[in-house]
């Protein structure tokens, strides 16, 4: 992530430029993508998170759930003005609606006891938030460097929380239902 931001704060890259053509291609119809990063949907879904990490009796990790995007939203604020990079006049790297989005989508997956219907929903989920906010408010380049720092805070949680949880919902990892 601090390797991407030093690469791109004097500018955008040239992907970059591509989805902001695209964007601008689409017109009106690409703030439908903004939805998956909107943050009271998102808030939404941690609440839910949180809710069944406490029914599920994983106290340790219904604070984590609680606490990591707090801690995710404030490391991309110290970052933000080292790296410096501005869109429309505001900082951009790294991007705080992708953070929050990728963080939560992680944490639901570890929730889950990392299932594969769950990984494959936090992924498709996060990559249309990213989309979204690459074509309008961000560079595609910031929805990296926040999807990386996301995917950092979420493993470095899993790993502090290991838990009794280990079996994934619905069986183990390969067995089909």
């Given at each position: 992530?601090?390797?991407?931001?030093?690469?791109?704060?004097?500018?955008?890259?040239?992907?970059?430029?591509?989805?902001?053509?695209?964007?601008?291609?689409?017109?009106?119809?690409?703030?439908?993508?903004?939805?998956?990063?909107?943050?009271?949907?998102?808030?939404?879904?941690?609440?839910?998170?949180?809710?069944?990490?406490?029914?599920?009796?994983?106290?340790?990790?219904?604070?984590?759930?609680?606490?990591?995007?707090l801690?995710a939203?404030?490391?991309?604020?110290?970052?933000k003005?080292?790296?410096?990079?501005?869109?429309?006049?505001a900082?951009?790297?790294?991007?705080?609606?992708?953070?929050?989005?990728?963080t939560?989508?992680?944490?639901?997956?570890?929730?889950?006891?990392?299932?594969?219907w769950?990984?494959?929903?936090?992924?498709?989920?996060?990559?249309?938030?990213?989309?979204?906010?690459a074509?309008?408010?961000?560079?595609?380049?910031?929805?990296?460097g926040?999807?990386?720092?996301?995917?950092?805070?979420?493993?470095?949680?899993?790993?502090?929380?290991?838990?009794?949880?280990?079996?994934?919902?619905?069986?183990?990892?390969?067995?089909?239902?």
């Open positions: 992530m601090v390797l991407l931001g030093w690469a791109v704060r004097t500018g955008p890259a040239p992907i970059d430029d591509w989805f902001q053509q695209l964007g601008s291609d689409m017109g009106r119809f690409r703030s439908v993508f903004l939805l998956f990063s909107t943050p009271i949907a998102v808030a939404v879904a941690l609440l839910v998170g949180v809710i069944v990490a406490v029914r599920q009796h994983r106290r340790q990790l219904a604070l984590a759930l609680t606490l990591c995007p801690l939203i404030g490391i991309v604020r110290i970052c003005p080292l790296f410096g990079r501005e869109k429309g006049g900082l951009a790297y790294p991007s705080g609606h992708t953070t929050f989005l990728v939560v989508a992680s944490l639901l997956v570890v929730v889950a006891g990392a299932a594969v769950a990984t494959v929903l936090a992924v498709s989920l996060s990559l249309l938030g990213m989309f979204g906010q074509i309008t408010y961000h560079y595609f380049t910031d929805t990296i926040a999807a990386l720092l996301s995917t950092a805070i979420a493993c470095g949680v899993a790993l502090a929380c290991g838990d009794s949880k280990t079996e994934p919902v619905g069986g183990t990892v390969g067995e089909l239902r």
